[in-house]
């Protein structure tokens, strides 16, 4: 069989030479025929230089298209090398490429997906808001495919070519994509510890912890909308539908009661509540209709 050990890049000039030195290294005591790709997502540095010269094949995106389309560009170009497993790594060194055989290990005992899981394994440093965030998604994910997964946010994984060819349609959010498309095909998936570092110098995903919580937050909003659209809009359907019963029923007693049935913009503010639940779960029915 043949790996592909696959790094998405962006301005990792520094970094990068060491990850693919200790891929190779450790991927050349393996049994099995490699190579190492980075997709350079526009760096402005001399990432893809410095990436050719440790070795590595490099495909570059004329500007920074962000890390989903450079998933999508480097499961395209493994597929085409001839890919039996994809290792998929980060540029910044934090995971170690001594867990590669992990991964390939769990592949071999016949799992598609295997995730490195950081929490299974030991952290050295994680801003604590990036790990609620972290926690957050996974319980997001563990709920959406019924199965409990530890490390939904994780870069480090391997998985078959059979995976691979899973569409990815996200922009935001492919690391549980590819969990949830893989899960619902019925590929087998597992977890495995893994060693994440401390990473050195600033993060690029995430500058600011507020605008990282933001952003995770608005994730998981999309990823319930585009895998779970009945429970998505059927619980947003319910914030308009119980006061505008809860105020019906009022009407209702005072009509009982004093044989009046109220103030005419009560009256409508109920019609509009009602109307307004009605076709929020009009669109979670057509969602469902539309992703199945």
Known sequence: MKIVVSIPAYNEEKSLPKVIEEAQ?????????FIIQVVDDGSTDKT?????????????????????????????????????????TDADGQYQ????PKLIK????????????????????????KRLGNKAFSRAISRIIGRKIGDAQTGFRAFTKEVAKLPIISNHTYTQEQIIRAVRSKFKLAEVGVYFAKRDGKSRLMKNPLEYAFKAWINIFRIYRDYEPLKFFGKIGLFFFIP?????????????KFGVIGKTPTIMLVVLL???SVQ?????????MQRK
């Open 48 to 88: 893809a230089e410095v990436a050719k010269k440790a070795g590595a094949i490099v495909y570059s995106h004329p500007g920074n298209y962000g890390l989903a389309e450079s998933f999508r560009t480097e499961i395209h170009h493994a597929l085409a090398n001839k890919a039996d497993i994809i290792i998929h």
């Open 106 to 129: 769990g592949i071999e005992h016949g799992y598609d997906l295997v995730l490195g899981n950081r929490f299974k394994g030991k952290i050295e440093s994680m801003p604590i808001t």
């Open 244 to 256: 505008a019963v809860a105020a019906g029923v009022w009407l209702l007693w005072l009509f009982s």
């Open 280 to 288: 929020i779960w009009l669109f979670g029915f057509l969602a469902d």
């Open 274 to 276: 009602m109307g307004i």
């Open 25 to 33: 290294k450790v991927m050349k005591t393996t049994k099995y025929d």
């Open 97 to 100: 490429a001594t867990d590669i």
